[in-house]
């Protein structure tokens, strides 16, 4: 913020003046780093904690919420964030918080039984099945149900909170797709041209604008606001594109807002009236224009090598898995291929979005593929139904590994994909 609390102490790398190297941890890397500071202090004068517990091995116990923390926040896994993520994970598969144990269960990732782990826990774990779920309780309710969750040392409580977690997560699926839908109705009707999206509903709950104004981004590849509104305040969350600075945007026109914030990518405000709506709007485009008049808004994707069918085996995979965990500002690299033959293919998931096939090079090596969103969801080609056995494709990939009752198998996680020209 403009001007600090009036604290006795305030705890940040990025607090002026500041000179911790890194200065992109995590709030959860923060609230390690003063515990950590806290240990070093008391085992000055103390061989162990009250419950005989050595200082060191408490603070690695800890390392399975800086990991959730890091990756749920989306901060950039470089660094000392990267280096506490990587062993936060091998906390995190054998964690022993009863409630994220129970949480683990309600994802299908534990064994109920051998409370073993169906598979390896990995930032992907975490962005796409735990945070999901604890966020879930803020959105959908009270932060405080998944802050018990985290501390409970009772059971049943944490059977409890757990089941309760998911269920509101489910509850935050469906809600998210009618108000998606929602969304897209309104710009199909009011239009859809215009460089920043606006989309807006009194209906909408706070939590769930920011995952509106995400997913209309990803579909359409333009900056988009999405509001509710709560008495006579318009409250609304925005997402942005590679090259436009959002929350730089924003700090240009601030006697809009009662309150914002946010980073490049994303932000979140208040209007100060709804009658300024419209003015905002067009400053916004306007901001958007002159910030981007040298960018190229086509939609792209980064591809960091071509990459032979032949040559995806384990040993490249375990090349790659030294470079985990993969997130922000570290990606999973991205291979193309061309020249496919698709062998088979189907829809798959409970609403037959996901597109699962096998696919073999010119050496006829035959390698299984999954293809998330890739059978019309958004409104994209539906290419269970555009492609056919013996058709040849183009495919962007990342290298991945399917897991499943402890089997393990290579498989290519499609990015998109194309028919191939003829030759």
Request: charged share 25%.
């Amino acid at each position: 913020p403009a001007e600090l609390p009036p604290a006795y102490a305030v705890i940040h790398p990025k607090v002026p003046g500041e000179t911790y190297p890194d200065q992109t941890l995590s709030g959860g890397g923060v609230a390690f780093k003063l515990a950590q500071g806290i240990l070093r202090e008391h085992e000055k004068t103390h061989e162990r904690l009250g419950r005989g517990e050595r200082h060191e091995a408490f603070e690695k116990w800890l390392l399975d919420l800086v990991a959730i923390s890091s990756v749920a926040d989306m901060v950039p896994l470089t660094g000392e964030s990267r280096t506490l993520t990587k062993y936060g994970l091998i906390v995190l598969n054998k964690t022993k918080r009863i409630g994220l144990q129970k949480l683990l269960l309600e994802a299908k990732l534990m064994d109920e039984e051998t409370g073993a782990m169906k598979r390896v826990l990995d930032a992907d774990t975490i962005g796409f099945h735990i945070a999901p779920r604890i966020n879930a309780a803020g959105r959908m309710n009270h932060a405080n149900v998944a802050y018990n969750l985290l501390i409970t040392e009772n059971p049943i409580e944490a059977i409890n909170l757990a089941f309760e977690l998911n269920q509101n997560n489910l509850e935050r699926q469906r809600l998210t797709e009618e108000y998606v839908a929602e969304a897209r109705e309104q710009l199909e009707r009011a239009g859809k041209d215009s460089p920043v999206l606006f989309v807006h509903s009194a209906r909408w709950p706070t939590g769930v604008v920011g995952l509106i104004a995400g997913r209309i981004k990803e579909i359409y590849s333009k900056p988009t606001i999405a509001m509710t509104q709560k008495g006579h305040e318009l409250m609304g969350s925005g997402r942005s594109i590679d090259g436009f600075n959002m929350i730089a945007a924003l700090q240009e026109m601030p006697g809009y807002f009662n309150k914002f914030g946010g980073h490049p990518m994303a932000c979140g405000f208040t209007l100060a009236s709804p009658e300024k709506l419209e003015n905002f709007k067009s400053e916004l485009n306007k901001l958007f224009a002159v910030k981007t008049k040298d960018l190229d808004t086509t939609q792209s994707l980064i591809v960091d090598a071509a990459l032979a069918l032949e040559d995806v085996d384990w040993d490249l995979y375990g090349t790659l898995d030294a470079f985990k965990p993969f997130g922000q500002a570290n990606p999973r690299p991205r291979y193309v291929a061309e020249r496919l033959k698709v062998i088979r293919l189907e829809p798959v998931g409970k609403q037959s979005r996901h597109l699962r096939f096998q696919l073999a090079g010119p050496s006829r090596k035959v390698r299984k593929a999954i293809g998330w969103n890739l059978c019309g969801g958004d409104g994209g080609t539906d290419w269970s139904k555009a492609l056919k056995p013996g058709d040849f494709i183009d495919i962007v990939f990342e290298v991945d590994v399917n897991e499943w009752n402890g089997n393990r198998e290579l498989q290519l996680t499609v990015a998109d994909l194309r028919p191939s020209e003829s030759v």
